[in-house]
């Protein structure tokens, strides 16, 4: 398809009204410059092949996000801050603004500034990518996306089948042997969609110590970076000369992975396409 022929198959689907949290917002035409002053949404529109002009974080992604690091490279994204500063994104005079509902209170403010609509923060990132795909009429990628993980899902379990029986627990960790733990469903598209086995025991969530984490004994342990508290050489460095952390299933088998994302936990899309490659290729061996 030309380029033309491209830009007169999209302006077929607009204009079109979307439905969020604060209402319906008509957007009259394919939006080019697009700002999100919510750092994760950055994440979705680069699975869509698509770059805002400004959006939160963009100085933090680049420090600690290598996964995303990797697809904004040499693009050209104004950084609006942590703290969101509402006069430089009105200076990129966006034709659209994708916020979260941690914006809902300036919603009013935003859309003096561009059309602008307002998603959860955290919902299920499949669905949260089809709303984001909608407002730039890329539904069609969005379907493609979802459609190739499911198949690369399916065809990771059928490989991962010879490990059904072995544990596997994911942890974050916090410094001064206490791991964070997770029991929210974050992890369900790796347990469920990989055929991977969780730990009986492991429901409480938050955070464990070393001792409890020993406890559970998992046969796969999966340390994920914690960007806030980096842990200089790594977990598995750190923690060498520990007698309990040595008498581990995981460490006496030399399974225990150090992932240098730390976006894995997090409801991001690529956190997800990412994910199951990279425990593919920890547990395909």
Do not use: C
């Not at 805002?52 to 994204?77: H, M």
């Not at 059928?158 to 029991?183: D, I, P």
């Not at 347990?191 to 409890?212: H, I, N, R």
């Not at 995981?250 to 690529?270: F, I, T």
């Amino acid at each position: 398809m030309t380029s033309a022929s491209k830009d007169d198959s999209d302006s077929l689907l607009f204009p079109r009204t979307i439905t969020h949290l604060k209402g319906d917002t008509l957007v009259e035409a394919k939006p080019v410059k697009i700002a999100v002053p919510y750092i994760a949404f950055v994440d979705y529109l680069a699975v869509l092949d698509e770059y805002p002009v400004a959006a939160q974080g963009v100085e933090t992604i680049s420090r600690n996000f290598p996964n995303l690091s990797k697809r904004l490279a040499g693009k050209d994204i104004l950084d609006l801050g942590m703290q969101v500063d509402l006069e430089k994104l009105l200076a990129t005079q966006p034709d659209i603004i994708i916020a979260a509902d941690d914006m809902k209170d300036q919603y009013e403010k935003l859309s003096q500034i561009a059309p602008t609509v307002i998603f959860p923060q955290a919902d299920d990132w499949r669905e949260t990518l089809r709303q984001i795909a909608e407002v730039i009429g890329k539904e069609d990628k969005a379907s493609n996306v979802l459609a190739e993980f499911d198949r690369k899902s399916a065809e990771y379990k059928e490989k991962l089948a010879f490990r059904s029986e072995e544990s596997v627990m994911f942890a974050m960790y916090s410094g001064k042997e206490q791991f964070l733990t997770w029991n929210d469903g974050r992890f369900d598209p790796f347990y469920k969609g990989l055929g991977l086995k969780s730990m009986d025991g492991a429901a409480t969530g938050g955070q464990v110590s070393l001792e409890s984490l020993a406890a559970l004994n998992p046969d796969h342990l999966f340390i994920i970076n914690n960007w806030q508290n980096p842990i200089q050489g790594g977990v598995v460095e750190s923690l060498k000369d520990s007698k309990v952390w040595n008498s581990m299933n995981a460490v006496k088998n030399n399974h225990v992975y150090e992932l240098a994302d730390p976006s894995l936990p997090g409801p991001l899309a690529l956190a997800k396409i990412n994910g199951i490659e990279e425990i593919m290729k920890a547990l395909g061996k």
